[in-house]
C-alpha cells in the first residue's frame, strides 16, 4: 500500500507520499499565496498527481487531505476562510476523480489530522486521550478522546480560537474569538500594535519594527517592556486554555504545535504552571505538557494516517490507534 498526505495551509501546500509503516518516501512543498478557488483544487491536483508519479510507487492506495477551516463530511466540501472561493468547495469530489474510484479518499480539518499524526508517529504515539493544541496563524485543538477523533455534529469541534478567557466582550472578537485575538500568531502582533499606539512615551526595540509575531518574541529575548506584556498575556490565556481542556477530557498529554511553538516551545514549563492554577488538580497530575514532534509535519503524518484507516475499515471516523 502506498499513501498520499495533502497539507493544505493559507500560504503553502505540502504533500508526501508513505508507507504503511510511515516512512516519507517523498515530498514536494509549494506556495499557494495568490491562489484563489478552482485554481487551489486544480494546483492540488496536479502536485497530488506530480507526486504519486515520482515516488517510484506502483500505485496509491488511498489519499488523505487536511484542510485549514471546516470540513463538510455529509456532502464532501470544504470552507477555509483563509482561501478565497472556498465557501464550499468540493475536494473530496475532485480528489475521487483525479485518483479513480477505487482509491480511499478522505479529508480532515488540520487540528484532526495533526492529533492523528502526532499519535500514529510523534509525541502521543499509543495514547487513547490527547490534544494537540495548534497556534499558528489561527489556533484550534485536535481533539483524541478514548481512541477516536471528535468531530462534533458539525465537524468544528476543536474550534477553540473562540474560547471565552476574559471578559468584557469586544466587537473584534466577532471574527476570530477572544482567544484567538490575543494568542495566535497573528494576534500577538495585533496586541503590540495596539500597546505601542497607546503609549506615546515607548522608545523600545519595536518602536522602529515590522510588529510581526517573530519580531515580538525577539523583542521579549530583549527585554522590552511592551513585548513582555504581549508575551506574558499570551501565556496565561495559552495555560487557562489548557486547564480548561484537561478539565474537560482528562487526557495524558496536552501536544503544543503550530507556527508559534516553534519558538514558544520554551514557554510550555510556564503555560503549565498557569494551567495548574485553574485546571482540574486530580486531571492536572495525570497530565503532561510536550512539544510537538513532527513540528510542520504533523498534518501531513495525519493526513496520511487517516486516509489509511479510511480505507482499510471504509468508516468515516476511523479509530486511531497506534
Request: charged share 20%.
Amino acid at each position: 500500500m502506498s499513501l498520499l498526505g495533502i497539507d493544505l495551509g493559507g500560504t503553502k501546500l505540502a504533500l508526501a507520499s508513505f508507507t504503511p509503516g510511515g516512512d516519507i518516501v517523498a515530498r514536494r512543498t509549494v506556495p499557494v499565496s495568490g491562489c484563489t478557488g478552482a485554481e487551489v483544487g486544480a494546483l492540488i491536483v496536479a502536485e497530488a498527481r506530480a507526486l504519486a508519479a515520482s515516488d517510484g510507487a506502483s500505485r496509491i492506495d488511498a489519499v488523505g487531505a487536511a484542510v485549514p477551516g471546516i470540513y463538510h463530511a455529509d456532502r464532501g466540501t470544504v470552507w477555509a476562510p483563509n482561501i478565497p472561493g472556498w465557501d464550499d468547495y468540493p475536494l473530496r469530489d475532485e480528489l475521487q476523480e483525479a485518483f479513480g474510484a477505487d482509491v480511499a479518499v478522505n479529508v480532515e480539518s488540520d487540528r484532526a489530522a495533526y492529533i492523528a499524526g502526532e499519535t500514529w508517529r510523534g509525541a502521543a504515539a499509543g495514547s487513547r486521550n490527547a490534544i494537540f493544541l495548534a497556534v499558528g496563524t489561527g489556533i484550534g485543538a485536535g481533539l483524541l478522546v478514548d481512541g477516536r477523533i471528535l468531530h462534533g455534529h458539525g465537524d468544528i469541534a476543536g474550534a477553540i480560537g473562540w474560547l471565552a478567557l476574559d471578559r468584557p466582550y469586544r466587537m473584534e472578537y466577532v471574527d476570530c474569538g477572544h482567544f484567538e485575538h490575543h494568542a495566535s500568531g497573528p494576534g500577538l502582533a495585533r496586541c503590540a500594535r495596539a500597546m505601542l499606539a497607546a503609549d506615546a512615551g515607548y522608545t523600545g526595540v519595536l518602536r522602529d519594527a515590522d510588529i510581526t509575531t517573530a519580531s515580538v518574541l525577539e523583542a521579549y529575548d530583549a527585554r522590552d517592556p511592551i513585548a513582555a506584556r504581549v508575551v506574558e498575556d499570551a501565556i496565561a490565556f495559552w495555560g487557562m486554555a489548557a486547564a480548561n481542556l484537561v478539565s474537560l477530557f482528562n487526557p495524558e498529554q496536552v501536544i503544543f504545535g503550530g507556527g508559534v511553538f516553534g519558538p514558544a516551545t520554551c514557554f510550555i514549563p510556564r503555560i503549565r504552571d498557569e494551567a495548574a492554577r485553574w485546571a482540574q488538580p486530580i486531571s492536572m497530575k495525570q497530565v503532561r505538557f510536550v512539544a510537538s514532534t513532527l513540528s510542520s509535519e504533523a498534518g501531513l503524518y495525519g493526513a496520511a494516517r487517516l486516509a489509511m484507516q479510511r480505507g482499510a475499515s471504509a468508516q468515516p471516523t476511523p479509530e486511531v490507534t497506534a
